[in-house]
């Protein structure tokens, strides 16, 4: 198998975006995960003539691993768990209710400032497309469905360009439509099948959802 499948995000989304587009969602709004997934997003956005959107949730570490997702949080008070993971890592209550406090906090402050760019834009009675760069686990993605669910959407559509076989299938048990480009397998991590994978930086998100047009509704 090629190891680079995508040149880069850009490219990725213009990819994505075209298989997107054949579902035909009615009145979609797309919506990146800040931070790798926002360039994706805009691709597929400007693929559906679709407004673009964030969806703002936090990977919960457990403590002494925090690249290991014991869950996440999203705003609106959203909050999935992986309770496989928190038995296997032997997190306590008091330890797992410090790690929440400290990336709701961190959420907040993000929220704080995207919200200031891009005003949220409504999703009650629509189809909303959640686009990231990719998956691993799939923690992150699942919290931004629970978002998109109390937001009242119609129809939650996940959009990825890459992600491991298994939870592909575990996301169509949550999503009502799960779109992804390759499922590789072995999988290793998100950036092995990106030939550029630079880390996104805040301003570039903000740049992003700045000059992108806003929704005339």
């Given at each position: ?163 491991p076989p ?26 092995t099948w ?24």
């Open positions: 198998m090629n190891r680079h499948l995508f040149a880069d995000r850009r490219t990725a989304g213009l990819r994505l975006g075209m298989e997107v587009a054949k579902s035909e969602f009615a009145d979609p709004v797309v919506l990146g995960l800040p931070r790798g997934g926002v360039p994706v997003a805009a691709a597929v956005a400007r693929a559906l003539g679709a407004p673009l959107d964030v969806i703002v949730v936090r990977k919960l570490g457990v403590p002494n691993q925090p690249e290991l997702a014991m869950g996440a949080v999203g705003e609106d008070g959203a909050l999935v768990l992986n309770h496989g993971v928190i038995r296997y890592a032997h997190v306590g209550e008091h330890e797992l209710r410090a790690v929440e406090a400290r990336e709701r906090g961190e959420l907040e402050r993000r929220v704080e400032t995207l919200r200031r760019v891009r005003p949220r834009e409504p999703l009650a009675g629509r189809a909303a497309v959640i686009v990231d760069d990719g998956i691993a686990t799939g923690a992150t993605i699942r919290a931004a469905i629970q978002v998109a669910r109390v937001c009242g959407a119609t129809t939650v559509a996940v959009a990825i360009p890459v992600a298994d939870v592909v299938a575990e996301l169509r048990a949550d999503a009502d439509t799960v779109i992804c480009l390759e499922q590789p397998d072995p999988f290793w991590s998100v950036g990106y030939r550029t994978f630079d880390a996104v930086s805040s301003a570039e998100v903000v740049d992003i959802l700045r000059t992108y047009p806003a929704a005339d509704r």
